[in-house]
């Protein structure tokens, strides 16, 4: 069963300090990588996708992915408080429907 | 640019009633169309996902049903919903089922009591 493993939470980072959000993936066939951010009540909102090894910038966020490892991340620099909301990792295993994480909730505190 | 649609955006149910929650899609043609459910505090579950008109890929197996009469149209039904029917009902859309990232429209939040 192909399987996307998040931490749940919370992760608390103060204000402006970086956050480090992590995700890994089954299988080892994947090759698209997504994270969304799902304000409470809200739906998910695509923030970044990132389908080659290494780093991919936007912004204040930075998509990480090891293959090898079957690990994505995604950094968040100089944290905001409207930066608090639950983080869904999603990867693709090619042929079938996304892969969704649990989630990690962030909270960043003022 | 697209726009992916729901409605009702809130829905309150006695148990045993029936269910249809309607989605749809403006700005692209084509679109493969995905029903999710969230539970409270619970990740997301794919109900049904469909490739084209009539369609439909059932992922869970449970009191509902979904039917896609128009491309850009999806309907997720119940003849009797149940008490843990109740969530976040999320529709969304993608280009594809390989490779490519989905959209997620506004959502139901569906309450039975």
């Known amino acids: 069963q192909k399987e996307v493993e998040q931490n749940s939470g919370p992760l608390s980072v103060p204000e402006g300090a970086i956050a480090s959000l992590n995700c890994t993936y089954s299988?080892?066939?994947?090759?698209?990588f997504f994270w969304y951010r799902q304000y409470s009540g809200k739906s998910p909102e695509l923030i970044m996708s990132?389908?080659?090894?290494g780093d991919k910038e936007d912004g204040r966020f930075t998509a990480q992915l090891n293959k090898a490892s079957q690990y994505v991340s995604l950094l968040i620099r100089d944290s905001q408080p409207s930066d608090s909301a639950t983080y869904l990792c999603?990867?693709?295993?090619?042929?079938?429907?996304?892969?969704f994480g649990k989630g990690t909730r962030l909270s960043v505190i003022a | 640019s697209q726009t992916i649609h729901q409605w009702p955006a809130t829905l309150v149910q006695p148990v045993g009633s029936p269910l249809s929650l309607e989605c749809t899609v403006e700005g692209t043609s084509n679109p493969n169309l995905y029903w999710y459910r969230q539970a409270a505090g619970r990740g997301l579950q794919l109900l049904f996902y469909?490739?084209?008109?009539?369609?439909i890929s059932s992922e869970v197996p449970q009191n509902l049903s979904a039917s896609r009469p128009q491309d850009r149209q999806f309907i997720l039904s119940s003849k009797k919903l149940l008490l843990s029917d109740s969530g976040f009902y999320l529709c969304a859309w993608s280009v594809s089922v390989r490779g490519s990232e989905q959209f997620f429209g506004p959502g139901t939040r569906l309450t039975v009591l």
């Open positions: 999603a990867v693709n295993p090619g042929n079938t429907p996304l892969v």
């Open positions: 469909s490739v084209g008109i009539g369609q």
């Open positions: 299988d080892r066939g994947s090759q698209s």
């Open positions: 990132i389908y080659s090894n």
